[in-house]
């Protein structure tokens, strides 16, 4: 009898439930969905505004790094062109035979301790690795001595066991002939040499080096060569006068010569260096500037976008609300 009573009310209450308007039910998801939908255009044109301003301020940090880079190029350039008299007499005197043949070979490798400065670092790498290759064989030895935390970093990947001697922070204080002959004297202290090959990147201009190999030879191996007429300067024209050997004389010249080379080779290096980041950091300003235009352009289209979409939508609802009156 009770469920016969439920049946005949819910008979009499079907009509007036159908009647009724179902109302959508809204979930926080499809909320989230509606407001990201709607706020597309703003999120946009504030992302394209934010990679502005960082493309901006990268501009100024490369203009400002040029600019300093200009400044310490004319204040080691200078110095750089002098320096070239000092190991020029010594070229003259002793010769420099890069092919020469010895057992015993250190490539002194000079690079930078900071980067952003172009391929000079990766350049002088080749080359060492270049002359290692001609000058190792199997009663030959070869080591690296490493100026510079960047051709350090590089070498330490495949040719650890090689390296006998770094340096670095070599440019952190101005650079003299005292600071370098300190370092030209710890290299001869701490290496058995019959051949020192230099290399580093000789100065050019602001966008042009040229990487060099500079040959400093022992006292023994000068005096070998000058024994059996091999390839040296003029040393065999002057006489000896004095109470010193010619052992003795050859010796303070091949430290001489060693210490006046790095030093020039340092200076030219540091002026590569500068150029180099000179050349770079104006690059990559004018790609900045290039990126800038470009986001520039794509801001004002996409602004002009959302505008033309807001006052469609509004003329749209005006007619709409003309149509309903």
């Given amino acids: 009898m009770a469920m016969a009573v439920f049946r005949r009310e819910g008979r009499r209450l079907l009509p007036s439930i159908a009647a009724r308007p179902i109302a959508p039910i809204s979930s926080p998801l499809s909320a ?12 946009s044109t504030q992302v394209v505004r934010n990679r502005m301003k960082s493309v901006k301020n990268i501009q100024k940090i490369t203009k400002a790094m040029k600019m300093v880079a200009a400044s310490k190029l004319r204040a080691v350039q200078g110095r750089a062109e ?19 043949d010895v057992k015993k070979s250190v490539v002194v490798t000079l690079s930078s301790d900071k980067g952003l400065c172009g391929g ?14 001609l000058n190792a064989g199997p009663e030959k030895d070869v080591k690296f001595v490493i100026v510079g935390e960047k051709a350090k970093a590089i070498m330490f990947r495949d040719s650890k066991n090689d390296i006998s001697l770094t340096v670095t922070e070599l440019n952190k204080n101005p650079l003299n002939y005292a600071q370098v002959s300190v370092l030209a004297d710890d290299i001869l ?29 022992s006292p023994e191996i000068i005096e070998k060569e000058s024994e059996v007429g091999g390839k040296l300067g003029e040393l065999d024209s002057y ?24 030093f020039n080779a340092v200076l030219e290096n540091a ?3 500068m150029g180099a980041r000179m050349s770079a950091m104006d690059s990559s300003s004018r ?32 007619s709409a609300l003309e149509a309903a009156k």
Wanted: charged residues 20%; contains cysteine.
């Fill in 271 to 273: 002026c590569s260096e």
């Fill in 82 to 100: 002098n320096s070239r008299g000092l190991w020029q007499p010594f070229t003259a005197l002793l010769g420099d035979n890069p092919s020469i």
């Fill in 239 to 262: 006489e000896i006068e004095g109470g010193e050997t010619k052992g003795e004389i050859l010796q303070n010249l091949a430290e001489f010569q060693f210490s006046c080379v790095m």
């Fill in 287 to 318: 790609n900045a500037g290039e990126m800038l235009d470009r986001l520039t352009l794509t801001y004002n289209r996409t602004r002009q976008a959302s505008i033309t979409t807001e006052l469609i939508e509004i003329i749209s609802g005006a």
């Fill in 189 to 217: 202290k701490n290496v058995e040499f019959d051949a020192l090959r230099i290399v580093y990147n000789k100065f050019h201009s602001v966008v042009a080096f040229l990487p060099t190999v500079a040959t400093v030879l």
């Fill in 32 to 43: 989230d969905r509606d407001e990201g939908t709607l706020g597309v255009r703003s999120i």
């Fill in 120 to 133: 000079i670092n990766s350049t002088v790498v080749k080359v060492s690795r270049a002359l290692y290759k």
